[in-house]
């Protein structure tokens, strides 16, 4: 079966770094999302990794391990506005996105 | 319009009802899409459309229909609406071509409560 797993909460303080963990099982595989969702809102686009490495954007980056079906968010010098839940999602043989169900990140000050 | 709409924002609605919920993008993007959202649970797809004239069914189609008459509109019906069908339901859309991955914009959601 297609499974994505993350945790469901963490937590971290305002100016520190975190890294938010996904594991995935596709049928197939075409790439790997992440998305940031605010509470009450709709989800929004921060990365897409098809080939393994860092992909680094601002102070957002996202990891890819291909032969480990890992991927990681890092997100660095944390700001209170970051916090939200971040879906992470595989793109399967289809193309269709296999979604997890979200890590809610909380920001300490 | 800019980007995906979505109406109504929220509704309440008694078992047994129909209720359309509607989607509307203005970005010409080919593929449209409709997922609920519950909590504990990721985004699952209902129902997808990857061009004007065509449909196909996700994960959870059960109790759902949908047409994609026109690139813009693409519109999800609950025939006899059920309490389990009370979610939190994105359209959204991407410019897809077969074989090829884009970014899904979404819509700003319906919150649907079937009592």
């Known amino acids: 079966g297609q499974n994505i797993d993350q945790p469901t909460e963490m937590t971290a303080t305002e100016g520190a770094i975190v890294q938010i963990n996904c594991t995935y099982q596709?049928?197939?595989?075409?790439?790997l999302f992440w998305y940031q969702q605010h509470a009450g809102e709709a989800p929004t686009f921060l990365s897409y990794?098809?080939l393994d490495g860092l992909e680094e954007k601002g102070r957002f980056s996202s990891f890819l391990s291909r032969s480990k079906g890992y991927s990681y968010l890092l997100l660095k010098e944390l700001q209170m506005k970051d916090s939200a839940s971040y879906l992470c999602?595989?793109?399967?043989?289809?193309?269709?996105?296999?979604w997890g169900a979200g890590t809610k990140l909380i920001i300490k000050p | 319009i800019a980007g995906i709409t979505q109406a109504p924002t929220s509704q309440i609605l008694a078992a047994g009802r129909r209720m359309t919920l509607r989607c509307t993008q203005d970005?010409?993007?080919?593929?449209m899409y409709w997922y609920r959202q519950d909590l504990g649970l990721g985004l699952r797809l209902i129902h997808y459309?990857?061009?004007?004239?065509?449909?196909g069914k996700g994960e959870v189609p059960d109790g759902y229909s949908v047409s994609r008459a026109n690139t813009d509109d693409f519109p999800l019906t609950l025939a006899s609406a059920v309490p389990s069908q009370t979610s939190v339901y994105f359209c959204?859309?991407?410019?897809?071509?077969?074989?090829?991955?884009?970014?899904?914009?979404f819509g700003p959601g319906t919150r649907l409560t079937v009592l």
């Open positions: 990794n098809v």
């Open positions: 959204a859309s991407s410019d897809s071509a077969s074989g090829s991955y884009n970014e899904q914009f």
């Open positions: 596709t049928s197939g595989f075409n790439g």
């Open positions: 999602a595989g793109l399967d043989s289809n193309y269709q996105l296999i």
């Open positions: 459309s990857n061009t004007a004239g065509t449909t």
């Open positions: 970005m010409r993007h080919n593929a």
